[in-house]
């Protein structure tokens, strides 16, 4: 068990929808990453979030947002989705040093 | 542009054998390389790493090594058991990189009881 938490395992949704996943991370950690895994691809970058504020931006689309809380929860919004927008999703959460990574078990996203 | 490349999707090994995963990145400014391991329906999990100042690095059957010379890293897997059996990304990150991790787009490794 990494220590952190993704919810919802599975989401479906249809096309044009708006899906919010959320991420806790391990207790202490102040660095929230988001990534995207397609079939075929490696593991996109999408944003990174410390200590509530965000910190680095990635691959992520403008119909894409996502946010962390004081309580260093974060949400990511996924809206008027696409087909192509179905995919595993990982939080990622990391310590001071930033020395790796501790991914969550993700959220798998189909749209239909 | 894919900064890190794991030029072969799967490979299989028999039971006992050696198992090695290779890696390219094209960035000579990256300092400090990961692999990480992935079973299905479960997150990465981290594995091994090694820094730039290091050309080996060893924990008990999994060892990366590191050319920076040719932009490559690999992982050995001896001797390679069933339970190996999984998704492994490797990673790459640099000062230049903020806090970013560059990941690679896996190889599925099947170790052949």
């Known amino acids: 068990d990494s220590g952190v938490t993704q919810t919802p395992k599975h989401l479906i949704t249809a096309t044009g929808q708006r899906v919010t996943l959320r991420c806790s991370p391990r207790s202490g950690d102040l660095s929230v990453y988001w990534y995207q895994q397609s079939l075929d691809q490696g593991l996109q970058f999408l944003i990174q979030y410390y200590n509530g504020e965000e910190r680095a931006k990635g691959n992520i689309l403008e119909r894409f947002s996502a946010q962390q809380f004081p309580d260093l929860h974060s949400e990511l919004n996924l809206s008027s989705l696409e087909l192509g927008d179905s995919a595993l999703y990982f939080c990622?959460?990391?310590?001071?040093?930033?020395?790796?990574?501790?991914f969550g078990s993700g959220t798998q996203l189909s749209v239909l | 542009d894919q900064q890190v490349k794991q030029n072969s999707p799967s490979l299989s090994v028999q039971e006992g054998r050696i198992s090695i995963l290779n890696c390219d990145y094209t960035?000579?400014?990256?300092?400090?390389f990961l692999w990480y391991k992935k079973y299905p329906a479960e997150g990465p999990t981290f594995l091994i790493s090694i820094s730039s100042i290091k050309d080996k690095n060893e924990d008990g059957r999994f060892t990366v090594f590191l050319n920076k010379s040719a932009k490559h890293l690999s992982l050995h897997i001896v001797p390679s058991q069933p339970g190996d059996s999984a998704v492994y990304f490797c990673a790459a990150k640099g000062e230049f990189t903020g806090n970013q991790f560059y990941f690679g787009t896996g190889t599925s490794l099947t170790v052949i009881p």
């Open positions: 990622a959460s990391s310590g001071r040093a930033n020395e790796k990574l501790f």
């Open positions: 960035n000579s400014m990256f300092d400090y």
